[in-house]
């Protein structure tokens, strides 16, 4: 999952110090997708105006413990996967906002599936891009962009072609995406975490 047997160069874009506060942000952008993902299983029928609160509250948390994750990586101001992965979380946020207030099936099915689309480029292009002069340098959570990347797209690109299917379909597609990739982050938490103690203790 996470990177962490990196090159000394590589592994110099992730300071020591913010492994601590990278794996919690990871940690808890986890818990805010398992918790929905959750929620989408047991919650038999949402209705329209459940299915908009809950998708809308999730583009929102998502979003914030994405903008945390990012803040805690050693990204320069000017890095494109900064700016990428930024935009895209806010993205997410206002799109979030709309949704739950929105209402509407169609407005959760198209544009909460265009944030999560987008958010999932984002996240594709930051673990396939390499800044100049540094063609071997990875960042810590490259690996775990990328799948998490095909999830988002995948879950984002569905979601429209389900709108007429109702709430809980809508519910069923989404929640599945969010099961899937908060394993997948649960995982790579534990691994920046297991991965920072041994490097406190060499």
């Not at 480029?121 to 690996?143: M, Q």
């Amino acid at each position: 999952m996470s990177e962490t047997a990196l090159p000394q160069s590589a592994a110099a874009n992730m300071s020591v110090a913010n492994t601590p506060l990278l794996w919690r942000a990871v940690l808890l952008r986890a818990l805010v997708t398992l918790a929905f993902g959750l929620t989408t299983v047991f919650w038999g029928a949402p209705g329209t105006l459940g299915l908009c609160l809950a998708l809308g509250a999730y583009l929102l948390a998502a979003a914030a413990a994405q903008y945390l994750s990012v803040r805690t990586l050693s990204l320069t101001r000017n890095d494109a996967r900064r700016l990428v992965l930024l935009g895209a979380a806010g993205l997410l946020a206002v799109s979030g906002v709309v949704v739950a207030i929105s209402a509407s099936t169609l407005v959760a099915a198209v544009l909460g599936g265009a944030a999560l689309a987008v958010m999932g480029g984002a996240e594709l292009f930051s673990a396939l891009y390499r800044p100049a002069g540094t063609a071997h340098a990875k960042s810590a959570l490259g690996n775990d962009w990328l799948i998490s990347g095909v999830l988002g797209l995948g879950t984002g690109i569905l979601l429209p072609f389900f709108a007429a299917a109702g709430p809980h379909a809508l519910m069923g597609v989404a929640g599945g995406g969010a099961l899937m990739t908060g394993a997948l982050w649960v995982l790579s938490a534990l691994t920046l975490r297991h991965d920072g103690y041994t490097a406190k203790g060499q």
